[in-house]
């Protein structure tokens, strides 16, 4: 079963308007949750990460709010450009060094 | 550094046939991961390895073999390939657990035929 449920599965956005991809975890031992971004035909990397000790967390235009009662996180990116048009990937871990990735949401952000 | 390098980077094999894909980190890195990727489906863990000798499964294990001998080299092995296997492979490499942040490779594109 999926351990990190992702949505919506692709996502169009205007360049300048705010993207935002929802995350929710099964798991309460999970206690590390980044996003990746992958472009076509390369490997995902890192973009940010929270712990649940935060609510929020920001890093120029990308911000992560994570709401630990409800196990759900999001990534909001502001003024969203055509260049982060790629395919972003939530993810959690805990303690026994499995990562669960999300399915993966393909955004495009039109000029 | 070069990070993490995969080989080769596109195979074709037939029903039954064997390979190993090779992935090498030049990072130091102690942790190492494989993961495939299938449309829609997100990464999934096959094998990790927290350090040279040490190997344990992941989530979809079955078909795939591992060894991890030096602390850069994380070699997968698939052995009577299927045509479940069909996806695209990465590699990733972290410091320590995986909260550290992980360093993926370029991908290996695999079609079973």
């Known amino acids: 079963q999926q351990q990190v449920k992702q949505s919506p599965q692709s996502l169009i956005v205007q360049k300048g308007g705010i993207s935002i991809i929802n995350c929710a975890y099964e798991n309460t031992a999970f206690d590390y949750f980044p996003w990746y971004q992958q472009f076509p035909g390369k490997g995902p990397a890192l973009l940010i990460a929270i712990r649940p000790d935060v609510s929020e967390k920001k890093e120029g235009r990308f911000t992560i709010s994570f709401n630990k009662s409800a196990k759900q996180f999001s990534l909001h990116i502001m003024d969203s450009q055509p260049g982060d048009s790629a395919t972003y990937f939530c993810?959690?871990?805990?303690?026994?060094?499995?990562?669960?990735f999300g399915a993966g949401t393909r955004l495009t952000v039109k000029p | 550094n070069a990070g993490v390098t995969q080989t080769p980077k596109f195979r074709i094999l037939k029903i039954g046939q064997s390979m190993t894909l090779q992935c090498t980190q030049d990072m130091n890195h102690n942790y190492m991961y494989w993961y495939r990727q299938d449309p829609g489906m997100g990464l999934k863990l096959i094998y990790y390895?927290?350090?040279?000798?040490?190997?344990d499964k992941g989530e979809v294990p079955n078909g795939y073999n591992v060894s991890r001998s030096t602390t850069e080299d994380f070699p997968l092995r698939l052995e009577l390939a299927a045509p479940s296997q069909t996806s695209v492979y990465f590699c990733a490499s972290s410091y320590s657990r995986p909260d550290n942040e992980q360093f993926f490779g370029p991908g290996t594109r695999l079609t079973v035929l």
């Open positions: 390895s927290v350090g040279a000798g040490i190997t």
């Open positions: 993810a959690a871990s805990s303690n026994n060094n499995d990562m669960r």
